[in-house]
């Protein structure tokens, strides 16, 4: 049951935290632009047609688009391979073209046989990466370019060269700049006098204050001034002329080159496949548990890369980092990824000089924060306890995401479940029927002997197709195993949505053990009418 988004309903909220998307997606998409080879500005057109393009069509509500790191490899040799970047801007239209056509294929559904435990275990890993990374900013090395998930750098090195590297180039300015901004991002939330300014992001507090610092330890002629270097380093035309060489547009003389094919085919795929991880933790991450429509969030992204193309941008995807700071300070709808887009767009244009007095220690400390709101302990401990089949797959993804990347971490991932949910039950015949439902009927769905997470997309459209103000009534009497995964769709149905729409539900048959309460017998009168939903 599709719902109406009112995109100005929590403006206050979504546009504080629009403001923090927009400080950390800057650096980001100047540093990937870097790393690619690639003109600086493809960057930032890149992060202001996936905030504004993107973010408004996605169905998502916190995820942020913009360019991302895991295409940087591709992006680089593409460039230099195709000879000229208005050939390689060919590839992206084509590469937008093939997702706009994977949308209508309805492709976007595979996310959903993605078990939990690996996302929350790419998102760990995300976190532990971040954390690694953003550490010898914090310190004044910036030898790695902003935005690199990578464990081998493009220098030869890798993420614990770079991390030790930093006792060679200790920066005290950096280190002050960034333990300052730290302070300021813990205490803000926490400290009762600070929260009567809740509306200011901390964020931004932090930026204003390591720009204020820096620019006493230079006008005071102190060694704590940090260099140019180690600033955010956003290019300013001066001239008309100098803009318009900006905006390239696609060499559509290329199109022929089957080298051009084949570099769009790829990029659509990578892309697609990033996306749809990252979409698939943003609906983890959000506490409302909205979930997305997977197959508007590829056409969406399509519609992104075709655009970005046209203005001579780099191809993008939905990105974690950006995603993760955006539903960490406390986006409630689409609205805040539009207001990152607007604002990327206007200081660009206007400001550029105040936004290259950034010191990127202040930057290193949001993400900081960032890294460690997603690699919690407390997530480690959860699935831990959960037993060895949900922990193998969490920390093999979560060390191969480290060690390796994003997509070989994931796929490890699902190999692991796949034999743990081979090894752990036997799987039995699986068969779901769906009716159409109307208001005032009772709506029975009844799990089958085993259940698990390759089931969980069968489930998770049957909850979300339930209307407002019904009645429903799960039954767990014939199941022996149930996959946690499918679990917490039934508990985020019973706490979150039941209560926000309405719904009485009634859950019969599960065991003690699954921690899910049986509705009370006094609410059997209410049900009368019935419709069945067998699964």
Known sequence: MSKKINLFANLKSDFASGLVVFLVALPLCLGIAMASGAPLFS?????????????????????????????????????????????????????????????????????NYIPTNVIEGMLAGIGIIIILKQLPHAFGYDNDFEGDLSFSQTDGGNTFSSLFGIFNYVQ??????????????????????????????????????????????????SSLTIAKEHLVSLPMPSTVEEFKQIIVTPNFSSITNTQVWVVGLTIAIVASIE???????????????????????????????????????LPMTSVVVRTSANNAAGAKSKMSAIIHGILLL???LTIPIILNK????????????????????ATFKHFYKQGKYQFAPFIATLLAVVLLDLLKGVALGLIISVFAILRGNMKRAYHFRKEEYHDGDVIHIDLAQEVSFLNKAAIKSTLNSIPENSKVVINAQDTVYISHDVLDLIKEFKKIRAKEENIKLKLTGFKKEYELENTGEEDKHVFVSTKKAAI
């Open 43 to 111: 960057g930032i057109i890149s992060g202001v047609v996936g905030g504004i393009v993107v973010g408004y069509l996605s169905k998502s509500h916190i995820s942020v688009t913009g360019p991302a790191a895991g295409l940087t490899a591709i992006v680089l040799t593409a460039i230099t391979d195709l000879g000229a970047f208005d050939i390689f801007l060919t590839a992206v239209f084509l590469a937008g073209l093939i997702q706009l056509g994977l949308g209508f294929l309805k492709a976007g559904g595979i996310s």
């Open 358 to 377: 950034i010191p990127l220690a202040t930057l290193a400390a949001v993400l900081l924060l960032v890294g460690y709101k997603l690699a919690k302990p």
């Open 172 to 221: 005290v300015g950096s280190i002050i700049i960034a333990a300052i901004s730290l302070l300021i991002l813990i205490s803000w939330d926490k400290v009762p006098f600070l929260k009567k300014f809740k509306l200011v992001p901390g964020a931004l507090v932090a930026v204003i204050v390591g720009v204020a610092l820096n620019e006493i330890f230079t006008s005071t002629g």
């Open 346 to 348: 206007i200081s660009v």
């Open 275 to 313: 996306t749809l991880l990252c979409i698939e933790a943003a609906d983890r991450m959000d506490i409302h548990k909205r979930y997305t429509d997977t197959n508007v969030e590829l056409k969406a992204q399509g519609i992104g890369n075709i655009v970005s193309a046209f203005l001579g941008g």
